[in-house]
């Protein structure tokens, strides 16, 4: 239990205010980089390396969509993001620190209510 | 402005992407840019009007793919720090252990798996015995011609002897076989039916022996013509053949590998000693006995024997031990020749003088040694294993192309080997047996004579520095280690220093 909640604090501290907005984002449904840019209103150069590392992190995970998807709207094949389990923990530990982070980017639940 | 220029931002925007897929890693560029061009297409059609070029659009579009540089550059610095954290394990002394454990466990499970390594393997195991020796004509050259008659085999084989004390005899013929699959041309060797027994050869598939009423002979096949013409069929054993004029029944398959007795045969018909054709030449195969052994001071040597009327005849007799070298023999040799070459290549010296007077406990320069055993120990058998994998794999009769393939290959990978052995060995720290890090360049190579110049390398541990000198002079011609003490630990905050003495 220590264990885990010494896991979780580390998790927390190493979050900063924007991967925990990033995060936010995705979890709240814009699982393309472009969608996370709008959404946020960071530039490309901040989005892109901070997914890499929420990837490195395991904290989110990415995969291409299918290709037969794409060809029927006659566009390229996007690679898109998922949070996982370590991240949505992260994530709600985060929203102890930044209080204000479901306001900014309202989850999917938080809308429906 | 008109639509028509878009094209041109288009491929600017891809052009920029390109340019930054360069920054990124190359085991992780082409997914890299795949995401950023389809990323870019969406952009371009967020931001930009189908049928006018907007600057706004096409300024945001360019801003996006400035993003891409940095993207690539983070993605650059993560794949540098996995990288240091892989060669940091790849340093640690369990990890080389298991790395060469890892390759030695591959190569011998190969050589189980191969069949050609499996016959060079048996033929390894049947060694000849050094009591045997070819009798020949002295005239019968390198090339080890028939030269001994039937009669002369019958004579030494009727008179007691004193060195001696058992004969085979074979002569070679061209013959038509006839088997179930068809009639073909053989080289069939008429041998005596105790010349396996006194070669001490194991047969492979051997059925059991041939009805006593003398209606069929006992055939032995050769390795090449039971792969070749029975497809390695080992149910092959026990059925018949026709040999000329005569009924027989394979007996069982030589084994592959080198055969120690000279004319190339497909099949060995056994008969009866007395029942060997007057006025046959062939060879002649001898077991000598103590006294035999005790006067045979070399390969060769040369036998007189008494003919009609006791006339003196000279043979030679060469040890069939001479002929046939198995893969151990080469293994040796290949291993005695890359020990003499190796200070050749490396320095054989650990150059290990410390500036300081202290020195590791005993305990952890006993571990030191030991791990450099255990290299030696481990590189030993990778040595004969790979090369033999690496020379038989595809050959299941002797080759003189595969002897040398594994000579070469042996002696080769003893050599560079070692050389590794060695330079791993000098580049760990002698306390805790990682690799030194972190190569620092000191001095000038220009001012040698005045100052010390050379590299530096540091024990990640905190415990040692390693000063390697650039050029090797008589006041510092080895490397050496300096013992870090306490006053270092600042520098080492994080790392763990237990194994310091």
Not at chain 1, 26 to 49: D, K, N
Not at chain 2, 249 to 276: F, M, N, T
Not at chain 2, 339 to 345: H, R, S
Not at chain 2, 468 to 488: C, E, I, K, M, N
């Amino acid at each position: 239990m220590a264990r885990d909640a010494a896991a979780e604090t580390k998790s927390e501290a190493r979050l900063s205010h924007t991967a925990a907005m990033i995060l936010q984002a995705i979890h709240a449904g814009y699982v393309y980089g472009f969608g996370i840019m709008e959404m946020t209103g960071l530039p490309s150069g901040t989005v892109y390396p901070a997914m890499r590392r929420l990837e490195r992190d395991a904290l989110i995970r990415s995969q291409w969509e299918r290709q037969s998807i794409a060809d029927a709207e006659q566009r390229p094949p996007r690679k898109y993001y998922r949070i996982t389990a370590a991240g949505r923990a992260t994530l709600e530990a985060s929203r102890k620190r930044y209080p204000l982070l479901e306001r900014l980017i309202p989850s999917e639940e938080a809308k429906s209510v | 402005m008109t639509p028509r220029f878009g094209w041109i931002f288009n491929a600017s925007h891809l052009g920029l992407l390109r340019a930054a897929s360069w920054l990124a890693p190359a085991s992780e560029r082409a997914e890299w840019l795949r995401e950023w061009r389809s990323e870019l297409w969406h952009v371009r059609r967020e931001r930009t009007a189908q049928r006018a070029v907007s600057w706004q659009g096409e300024r945001e579009v360019t801003l996006f793919c400035l993003g891409a540089f940095r993207d690539a550059l983070c993605l650059r610095r993560h794949a540098a720090i996995h990288e240091r954290r892989t060669e940091a394990a790849s340093a640690s002394p369990v990890q080389c252990i298991l790395c060469m454990a890892l390759v030695l466990i591959a190569s011998f499970t190969l050589s189980l798996l191969l069949p050609g390594v499996r016959d060079a393997n048996e033929a390894s195991r049947g060694r000849i015995d050094p009591g045997l020796i070819l009798i020949e004509h002295p005239d019968s050259g390198t090339n080890s011609k028939a030269t001994v008659s039937a009669a002369e085999f019958d004579g030494w084989r009727a008179r007691r002897q004193r060195y001696f004390d058992r004969f085979a005899f074979y002569s070679i013929a061209r013959e038509s076989v006839t088997t179930a699959e068809g009639n073909a041309l053989w080289t069939v060797a008429h041998a005596t039916a105790n010349l396996f027994p006194l070669l001490g050869v194991p047969l492979r598939f051997s059925a059991s022996p041939a009805g006593a009423d003398g209606s069929a002979a006992d055939a032995i096949l050769s390795c090449e013509a039971f792969e070749r013409d029975f497809e390695a069929n080992p149910r092959v054993a026990g059925s018949m053949m026709r040999v000329g004029r005569r009924l027989a029944r394979i007996a069982g398959v030589a084994p592959c590998g080198a055969w120690p007795l000279p004319g190339k045969v497909d099949l060995w018909l056994l008969q009866p000693e007395s029942a060997v054709a007057p006025g046959t030449v062939g060879y002649v195969v001898a077991h000598l006995t103590a006294a035999g052994r005790a006067e045979m001071f070399e390969p060769n040597t040369s036998i007189t024997a008494y003919g009609a009327g006791d006339s003196e005849i000279d043979f030679v007799g060469v040890a069939l031990q001479a002929h046939t070298r198995v893969p151990f023999d080469f293994y040796r040799f290949a291993l005695l020749l890359a020990f003499l070459c190796l200070p050749a290549v490396t320095s054989v010296s650990m150059g290990e003088y410390s500036f300081n007077s202290h020195k590791p406990s005993w305990p952890r320069r006993l571990c030191r040694w030991s791990f450099l055993c255990a290299k030696i120990g481990l590189l030993l058998p990778i040595v004969y294993y790979v090369p033999l994998d690496l020379a038989w794999w595809h050959i299941s009769t002797s080759s003189f192309a595969s002897e040398y393939a594994q000579l070469i290959a042996s002696f080769l990978l003893c050599l560079f080997g070692m050389r590794w052995v060695l330079l791993d060995q000098r580049q760990r720290c002698p306390v805790c047996l990682r690799c030194v890090t972190h190569p620092a360049q000191v001095g000038h190579a220009s001012r040698t004579f005045l100052s010390w110049n050379g590299t530096e390398l540091i024990c990640m541990g905190g415990h040692t520095l390693l000063h390697v000198p650039g050029l090797p002079t008589s006041w510092f011609g080895a490397q050496r280690w300096l013992y870090l003490d306490a006053s270092w630990d600042f520098l080492f905050a994080g790392s763990s220093r237990a194994g310091r003495t």
